[in-house]
């Protein structure tokens, strides 16, 4: 889940930038759409979390997968000029890390 999210903004970030900050300029139907989809992936986020965080409840799953989402559409609006690999390889530790709240084993 985490290495497809960020697979998918380093190789695509334009996608991501219209999806968080320009929803505003799609049709009607394409907004219901990208907030259904939003909402779905929202959804599989937290069951994942709250599997790999028992300690945490439904608010505060949701509330983490919020922020690392957040975090990493935003690396899609900031133009670092690193390639795809690079930026997906920094970028990947960093979500896995604010989900487990631990640096991954390398």
């Known amino acids: ?3 497809t999210f960020v697979d998918s903004i380093a190789s ?3 996608l991501a930038v219209v999806a968080m ?4 300029t799609l049709s009607a139907e394409a907004r219901e759409w990208t907030g259904r989809s939003e909402r779905r992936n929202l ?4 069951t ?3 599997q790999l965080r028992p300690d ?3 608010a505060e799953a ?3 997968v919020q922020a690392t989402l ?9 133009r670092s000029g690193l390639d795809a690999a690079r930026l997906a390889g920094i970028l990947h530790p960093m979500v896995i890390t604010a989900i487990l709240g631990r640096a991954p084993a390398r």
């Open 48 to 50: 994942v979390v709250r």
């Open 1 to 3: 889940l985490a290495r």
């Open 43 to 46: 959804e599989e986020w937290i």
């Open 56 to 58: 945490l409840d439904p």
């Open 12 to 14: 695509q970030p334009s």
């Open 21 to 24: 900050f320009e929803r505003h």
């Open 62 to 64: 949701a509330l983490l």
């Open 70 to 78: 957040t975090m990493g559409v935003s690396v899609a609006n900031y």
